[in-house]
């Protein structure tokens, strides 16, 4: 494979340019006024509260809160002796409070920031659009909610499972044992809820056997325009525009589905949990049916706000909570986050065989490379869309970069491409040498 110029500079040096640091003091004052008395509470010594609250736990309530589930893959567990004993799938719902949380200062804001404020009377979709968008991001997450959940089988009797409490993230990711019949490789169930929710309410369960071709897709910029060099580029596609797949994308990944005899597809993003209603419908209009793996905050805080929930009733604060999350998320360790979440992947399907592919915007080349470095023989091929089409990229599109991410990973599996269409022949090579 023939390699084109790429390269990335971490750190501040790639946030300056891209007016990340002013956006994110503005959101901070913005926000600031919303969490005043939790504020207060940080000054009081931590000391003088115990070490945890007895959060009150209670089953989820359409009446009161809104639930989400998200779609996720099956994989086969082992016994002692190495052979397949029944199905695992790691479940994650996300619970908040139901209720018209007062979003108008942000979708001003936004508007505002993105040029859209003298103009608001002519874009009256666009504003429906943020603030729609918007409100995970600002209403409040919801502690110690426990769920049970329904799990059909094509030819058993379905399994109810009782997830644990929320934390206080108000999410909860748990790995269930779900089935002992070995016969679901490739079976697709519609998981629901034991009490009715909305359409998110319900997620898509599907059973991956150990063998066989897996994808791991990067989202942004790399399948979608996000524009994640540039803070108010990331601000207008993600909350105003209708989203725009990258130019023949889909028209790739459809082909990919049939040359390697319909894999298994993991979209892993840096982007927040709180958008995964917008990523997932985008997904589901334009690409395979996949898992959507993005970055939650699941677990008690260490600092005294993890407290406030149980006794206020407020919503836990983190560094993934509120507006700022989605700048966090995308700037914040990204390449260690993507990593550990490979290496989780590998622990679930070491025997298959992994396309990778990805974007120069932040740091998928070297997070795939260490990947491919530490699980030897798991990941075949690595394929790196170079981002012409956004500002910010002369220093992350340099060759030295690449050279630098694939230092000791063999030539032949990593490959840099602006067009899709540049990868036919060798995805092709890559099916004929599977068979």
């Known amino acids: 494979m ?6 990335a500079v971490s750190g501040p040096q790639t946030r300056q340019p891209g007016g990340f640091d002013t956006i994110q003091q503005e959101i901070s004052t913005l926000e600031s006024s919303s969490y ?6 940080k000054m009081i010594p931590k000391s003088l509260f115990p070490t945890s609250f007895n959060i ?6 359409p009446k009161n809160h809104v639930v989400w589930l998200t779609d996720n893959t099956a994989w086969q567990s082992n016994s002692n002796s190495g052979a397949p004993n029944g199905w695992e799938a790691e479940y994650t719902a996300c619970f908040f409070g139901k209720g018209e949380e007062d979003t108008g200062k942000f979708v001003a804001w936004i508007a505002d920031k993105i040029g859209l404020d003298g103009k608001i009377g002519e874009n009256k979709d666009a504003l429906a659009r943020i603030e729609k968008r918007v409100q995970p991001f600002v209403s409040p997450t919801v502690p110690g909610c426990r769920l049970r959940i329904r799990i ?3 030819a ?3 399994d109810t499972v009782q997830l644990h409490a929320s934390t206080t993230a108000g999410t909860r990711i748990q790995t269930v044992p779900i089935n002992g019949n070995t016969n679901l490789n490739g079976a697709v169930v519609k998981v629901t809820t034991e009490k009715p929710f909305d359409h998110l309410g319900t997620c898509h369960t599907r059973f991956s056997g150990s063998d066989g071709w897996m994808v791991v897709s990067d989202i942004d910029d790399t399948i979608k325009y996000t524009q994640t060099p540039d803070a108010v580029g990331i601000l207008r596609t993600t909350f105003a525009d209708i989203p725009s797949p990258i130019a023949n994308m889909p028209d790739l990944y459809k082909s990919m589905d049939s040359q390697f005899e319909n894999p298994s597809w993991f979209y892993l993003s840096a982007s927040p949990y709180q958008l995964y209603p917008f ?3 985008f997904l589901r209009d334009h690409y395979p049916h996949g898992e959507t793996m993005l970055r939650y905050s699941d677990g008690p805080d260490s600092g005294l706000a993890s407290h406030i929930p149980p006794i206020l009733g407020l919503a836990t604060r983190n560094k993934y909570a509120g507006l700022n999350a989605l700048f966090t998320s995308l700037t914040t360790d990204v390449e260690t986050y993507k990593k550990n979440q490979m290496l989780k992947l590998h622990k679930r399907f070491a025997n298959r065989k992994v396309i990778c592919i990805g974007d120069s915007t932040q740091s998928d080349p070297e997070a795939y490379a260490a990947v491919y470095r530490q699980c030897s023989g798991w990941v075949k091929a690595i394929f790196i869309r170079k981002v012409t089409d956004v500002p910010h990229m002369e220093e992350k599109n340099k060759k030295e970069r690449f050279e630098k991410a694939f230092k000791d990973v063999p030539r032949e599996v990593w490959m840099v491409f602006e067009k899709p269409e540049e990868l036919s022949e060798h995805l092709e090579g890559l099916a004929r040498r599977s068979t």
């Open 156 to 158: 058993s009797p379905s």
């Open 56 to 61: 009150t736990r209670r089953e989820a309530d």
């Open 36 to 41: 005043i008395l939790e504020s207060l509470f």
């Open 2 to 7: 023939s390699a084109q110029n790429g390269s």
């Open 152 to 154: 059909p089988y094509p």
């Open 279 to 281: 990523l997932r419908s």
